[in-house]
């Protein structure tokens, strides 16, 4: 079967486990902290952490806007279901934003019908790794959270998405575009966010005993004894993630590049289908991560995915919508967009590890959909 997402790990990646394994300590520590540090200065960001998965970034990224309990968080209905949850999790309600037929990403005027008194905050997905058009989000002037899950090799006007809003938060679960097996990261504006971050990440603690005695340089007497900011829960990565995820951004280009590779040559193969709408390309003063190629069809969707499975080829949508989930309570919405694409989209096959006759196959498979049906 041809898998439509996938990961990309060799020899680099399995010594660095089996290096960190061997060190005996598998857990939270250095590793990460180079992780850390290796994304600031790769991707010209600061403040940023790494934590155990996407969802919960976006948990502690709520958190650390101290919305009013009850107040609206505007989010895309295009999402992961992560999104909405951190919303319900802090006491919130999500509303949900319709998105733009061709970048699957909200706009300031999907946003903006959505408005009311009671907003206290937008979220943005920068939906395949497509930014996001940004400026006229930020000038609505409230505080952004942006997903860039799919996004951790997309810049927009120069700057990393994920950096922009008060907050922004990436994926490294293990078919994200580098992968530290699971795993999310978390970017803040301010160095008060960063800080406040580091300690409720490790249940409010911050430091472990053992780091500070460590650092016990002014003779600090029972570093065993500890101060607890606020309650919260656990987030910690591990060493043995953040090992794999050094190796994947030191090999980040040559995984995106096959990335684009194989973007470049559905955009191409692909263009002679007229019953096929291809995905949108970046502007040029934007990157894309090309995360995943979506294409939406004029019609037999549902026949064309059965029929790609039946000749081995997987295929998914990315994703059911949102507000029409029962849990949210927004099922009478009319979100015409996200609607029209929850009958025609469809993501195909594009991973790092995904062989280029693999690629000709799913054209072929597509194109041969067309002429039988
Ligand atoms: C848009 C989006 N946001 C958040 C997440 C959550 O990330 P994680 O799987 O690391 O929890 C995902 C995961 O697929 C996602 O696609």
Not at 36 to 57: H, I, M, T, W, Y
Not at 100 to 113: F, G, I, L, Q, R
Not at 131 to 160: C, N, R
Request: glycine fraction near 6%; hydrophobic fraction near 40%; charged fraction near 25%.
């Amino acid at each position: 079967m041809i898998n439509v997402f996938g990961s990309l790990v060799g020899e680099a990646e399995i010594a660095a486990v089996t290096k960190t394994m061997e060190s005996q300590w598998m857990g939270f520590g250095k590793k990460v902290e180079e992780f850390e540090e290796l994304f600031k200065k790769d991707r010209g960001v600061e403040n940023f952490l790494l934590v155990d998965s996407g969802s919960n970034a976006l948990f502690m990224a709520l958190h650390l806007l101290n919305l009013p309990k009850g107040s609206e968080v505007i989010v895309p209905s295009l999402t992961w279901v992560s999104c909405a949850q951190a919303v319900l999790l802090v006491g919130c309600k999500p509303v949900f934003a319709d998105c733009d037929v061709n970048s699957h990403n909200v706009t300031a005027e999907t946003v903006k019908a959505q408005i009311t008194p009671n907003t206290s905050a937008i979220m943005v997905v920068h939906f395949a790794g497509l930014p996001v058009d940004m400026d006229p989000i930020m000038e609505l002037g409230l505080p952004v959270i942006e997903d860039a899950a799919h996004a951790v090799d997309s810049y927009y006007k120069g700057k990393l998405c994920g950096s922009i809003g008060d907050v922004g938060i990436y994926s490294f679960d293990a078919v994200k575009n580098i992968t530290t097996i699971e795993g999310g990261g978390i970017h803040m504006k301010s160095r008060e966010m960063y800080d406040r971050a580091k300690r409720l990440r490790y249940c409010g603690i911050g430091k472990s005993g053992f780091d500070s005695a460590l650092s016990n340089a002014s003779g600090v007497q029972r570093w065993w004894e500890y101060n607890i900011s606020e309650a919260f829960i656990k987030m910690l990565p591990t060493n043995v993630g953040a090992a794999v995820g050094v190796e994947q951004l030191k090999r980040i280009k040559e995984l995106q590049g096959h990335r684009k590779k194989v973007w470049d040559f559905y955009q191409k193969e692909l263009a002679s289908e007229p019953w096929i709408t291809l995905p949108k390309e970046p502007n040029a003063d934007e990157t894309h991560s090309y995360f995943t190629y979506v294409i939406t069809v004029d019609e037999k969707r549902d026949e064309l995915a059965k029929f790609l499975l039946e000749n081995g080829v997987y295929t998914t949508l990315r994703y059911h919508p949102l507000h029409m989930n029962q849990l949210y309570g927004q099922l009478d919405q009319n979100l015409e967009n996200t609607q029209y694409l929850n009958e025609r989209a469809l993501s195909i096959p594009l991973h790092p590890n995904l062989p280029m006759e693999d690629a000709q196959t799913v054209v072929d498979k597509i194109k041969a959909f067309k002429k039988q049906a």
